[in-house]
């Protein structure tokens, strides 16, 4: 136990999550239709549920079951399993959300029912360079008001002390299961967002136009249609407009160290170690 949070299965979240997990463990079982978008926070999760909203609104054959998905509040739309499910105040019997069934959850592979790998739904996962990722969740602390320096911030994000950490675990774990889980990055969404939203929308069975799709989930796009709407709060407190803070790929090199990005490096080598998964992922499709 660390202030609000419990270590459980190897991961940090609070009881409520944990809680949710044996919950959904127990009584979920997705069917073949579910769309489950699963990533570790601040790695693109806001931007994943705008494109696949998108996708599924413009594409053909679903485009009568999700006539009323509305991208542009990707918060709304697409519900955090769980959350919505089995969080404190659920709102939704799960056998009573229409199909298709779209979900997001930050929980790690391990605490998602055993059935997710064989019943056929689909499960993307996005993730992010963890300098990046760390940068978008200090900057989140910051606008809480935590009162924290970025060394120890990053230094709990190192031992994995941050909300669903440690993310080096969690990343792997999805990894490992990409024969069944799509796997993207942030980084290729930056630098080719046309074919990540292709092989997106192909992964889905939907047809689309793809250039529609990249050009309606942009970040200014997003950013000014959540500034318009105004006072959404997601269930972590958050307002919908702190989702949207800068979208680049390096703004690491704004606040942090050489020698902080070697640890990371360091520990990524150590904890991907032969997995085949490395950060060169994340430079993937920038040097194409
Ligand atoms: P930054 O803080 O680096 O700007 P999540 O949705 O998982 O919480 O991730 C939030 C991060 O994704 C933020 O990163 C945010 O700016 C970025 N983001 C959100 N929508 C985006 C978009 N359409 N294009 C690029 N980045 C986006």
């Known amino acids: 136990v660390d ?27 997705p069917l073949p239709s579910d769309i489950i978008l699963a990533s570790f926070p601040k790695t693109g999760t806001t931007w994943l549920k705008a494109l696949t909203s998108s996708i599924l609104r413009h594409s053909s054959p679903l ?12 918060h709304e739309i697409v519900p955090f399993l769980e959350i919505e499910i089995f969080g404190e105040n659920p709102s939704k019997d799960i056998t009573e959300i ?8 930050h929980l790690p592979l391990s605490f998602l ?8 739904c689909r499960v993307i996962y996005i993730t992010r360079h963890p300098a990046d990722t760390f940068v978008s969740l ?26 669903a950490g440690p993310y080096f675990e969690h990343v792997l774990e999805f ?21 990540t939203v292709r092989r997106i929308a192909e992964f889905l069975g939907c047809k689309i136009i793809v250039e529609k799709i990249v050009k309606e989930c ?3 796009k997003l950013k000014n249609t959540s500034k318009e709407r105004g006072e959404g709060v997601h269930w972590s407190g958050t307002k919908y407009d702190m989702f949207f803070r800068k979208g680049v790929v390096g703004d690491w090199k704004n606040h942090l160290t050489q020698e902080m990005m070697k640890e990371l490096e360091d520990l990524a080598d150590l904890k991907w170690r032969g997995s085949g998964l490395d950060l060169n992922i994340f430079n993937r499709s920038a040097s194409q």
């Open 113 to 120: 029912p055993e059935t997710v790998k064989t019943s056929g």
């Open 3 to 29: 202030g609000q949070r419990i270590r459980y299965k190897g991961f940090w979240f609070k009881l409520e999550f944990i809680t949710a997990s044996e919950a959904i463990r127990a009584h979920y079982t």
């Open 63 to 74: 485009s009568s079951s999700s006539k009323d998905l509305d991208y542009l509040n990707p």
């Open 98 to 105: 229409s199909c298709p069934s779209v979900f997001s959850t």
């Open 218 to 220: 942009s970040f200014e």
């Open 175 to 195: 990894w490992e299961a990409r024969d069944r889980v799509m796997f993207v990055t942030y980084e290729d969404l930056k630098a080719n967002p046309e074919e």
């Open 138 to 163: 200090w900057h989140l602390y910051n606008k809480f008001g935590t009162e924290i320096s970025i060394r120890q911030a990053f230094d709990e994000f190192c031992k994995g002390l941050v909300p």
